[in-house]
């Protein structure tokens, strides 16, 4: 879309060596903070403007932009250029968003938690009913990136609970594990998928649930948590070049 920009990062071509090799962006995960801050800055000149790095708690609040690095917050927002929107991942599912006439942009972290929220309200729908206040006209397209797949991801019956119980019609996306009662494989973008066709996005590319997706499956290309436990973090980020009005 022109006026849009967006991308995320793999693992390969940063400064950071041993389990974070090599293109750490996470200041959080035990990491030399020199390298980390080499791994942001080749991020920005590659962006050509500067991420602005949330610090992400697995919740749903939202913020918008102009703000600092290490703001709390599991989804931002922004419709002035000169900073991109920024989440950090290492199996959760990133989500980026763009209203089609390129007036703002947003990017959600989607982890279990945040997707499911409380009662059915999650990371997307408190980002999208905040956009909606401000943009009530807009009509929004929506980009998923790689995350934890559903071959990956064994659940117990707490997160089955939690998706099922606000929507019965979750339970598509859960497979059970043969051989060991009361777990489940879930699959994230799918759930995801899921409301945003409830919420009306109904331009979603990106992750669809094939192991291509899978940051557990494709090591030299995705970090994962998951699968190494000590892991850097990659980031989806997008911002505006040249806002409409």
Not at 143 to 152: D, F, H, K, R
Not at 190 to 216: F, H, I, M, P, Y
Request: hydrophobic share 40%; proline share 5%.
């Amino acid at each position: 879309m022109p006026g849009v920009r967006a991308g995320h990062s793999l693992r390969q071509g940063g400064a950071s060596g041993g389990a974070y090799q090599s293109f750490n962006l996470g200041d959080h995960v035990g990491d030399d903070p020199h390298l980390v801050q080499a791994n942001r800055a080749l991020l920005h000149r590659t962006l050509g403007v500067p991420a602005v790095f949330l610090r992400q708690v697995h919740g749903t609040q939202v913020q918008a932009l102009p703000c600092p690095d290490g703001t709390p917050a599991d989804a931002v927002y922004a419709s002035t250029s000169g900073s991109a929107c920024c989440i950090m991942v290492a199996d959760c599912l990133p989500i980026l968003f763009s209203d089609t006439r390129g007036r703002v942009v947003a990017a959600a972290h989607a982890g279990w938690r945040g997707l499911c929220g409380q009662h059915g309200i999650g990371v997307i729908e408190t980002l999208l009913t905040e956009l909606r206040e401000q943009w009530p006209d807009a009509q929004w397209l929506a980009w998923l990136g790689p995350c934890i797949g559903s071959t990956a991801f064994e659940v117990g019956a707490d997160v089955w609970h939690a998706f099922t119980q606000a929507d019965p019609r979750a339970q598509a996306h859960f497979q059970a594990v043969s051989g060991r009662p009361g777990k489940w494989w879930c699959d994230l973008a799918a759930l995801a998928r899921q409301r945003l066709a409830d919420l009306g996005v109904e331009q979603v590319g990106g992750n669809d649930s094939s192991a291509k997706w899978c940051t557990v499956l494709q090591p030299d290309l995705y970090f994962s948590h998951r699968r190494d436990r000590v892991s850097g973090r990659m980031a989806a980020a997008i911002f505006l070049e040249n806002p409409s009005n």
